[in-house]
């Protein structure tokens, strides 16, 4: 069963840095490309961020480009979001999602995990 | 950036009604048009992907149609459990990007 658990959200004041995790389990980590998307408080879904599944290639939303980092470690079947400059915007709930097999950066996100909330505070 | 509409913003339906979900993108996306369902509290649960493909796991009650510009769920008859919010996704130009969800309440 495919399973991906983020951790490490929380509250952190406006220009602090956070970084989340996200284990997986169930498939061959290393295989997949693996993406970052979050939800402000009662809104809509935006995607942040993908990386390729040699720890290669990156992409980043416009509105979070320079300050988030994203990396992953295929020996531990982990993915991370390294969080700088937080800003009272950057508040939601933060999910990974794995890309389907094969398809590359742009993917569908077939699984998803259940989410970390982060809360910039102002 | 392709931008998304999805109109209108809440479908109040009964179940075993049909529920008509519209999707319509700012400029051509092919068929590279997800839509994932999302319940209060969980993660959202991809249904179909390219526009008319259900995901593993998905009756057959939830189907999807359309390509360029203008896409449909359609949900044939509503149960109980399919009252949520329903997004579409497209994957053709970066950035990835989501419609704004439409909600399917129970009236």
């Known amino acids: 069963e495919v399973q991906l658990v983020e951790s490490g959200g929380g509250l952190v004041q406006s220009g602090g840095s956070l970084r989340l995790s996200c284990a997986a389990s169930?498939?061959?980590?290393?295989?997949?490309?693996m993406h970052w998307v979050r939800q402000g408080p009662g809104k809509g879904l935006v995607w942040v961020s993908v990386?390729?599944?040699?720890?290669?290639?990156?992409s980043y939303a416009d509105s979070v480009k320079g300050r988030f980092t994203i990396s992953r470690d295929n020996a531990k079947s982990t993915m991370y979001l390294q969080m700088n400059s937080l800003r009272a915007e950057d508040t939601a709930v933060y999910y990974c999602?794995?890309?389907?097999?094969?398809?590359?950066?742009?993917?569908?996100?077939?699984?998803w995990g259940q989410g970390i909330l982060v809360t910039v505070s102002s | 950036e392709i931008v998304l509409t999805q109109s209108p913003a809440t479908l109040s339906l009964s179940p075993g009604e049909r529920a008509t979900l519209p999707c319509r993108a700012s400029?051509?996306?092919?068929?590279?048009l997800a839509w994932y369902q999302q319940k209060p509290g969980q993660a959202p649960r991809l249904l179909i992907h390219?526009?008319?493909n259900r995901a593993t796991g998905i009756p057959a009650r939830f189907s999807g149609s359309g390509s360029g510009t203008d896409f449909t769920l359609t949900i044939s008859s509503l149960e109980p459990e399919d009252f949520a919010v329903y997004y579409c996704?497209?994957?053709?130009?970066?950035?990835?990007?989501f419609g704004g969800g439409t909600k399917v309440e129970i009236k």
């Open positions: 169930g498939f061959t980590f290393s295989s997949y490309w």
């Open positions: 400029q051509s996306i092919s068929n590279y």
């Open positions: 390219d526009a008319s």
């Open positions: 999602a794995r890309g389907a097999y094969r398809s590359g950066p742009k993917g569908t996100l077939d699984y």
């Open positions: 996704q497209q994957r053709s130009i970066w950035p990835l990007t």
């Open positions: 990386i390729k599944s040699d720890e290669g290639d990156t």
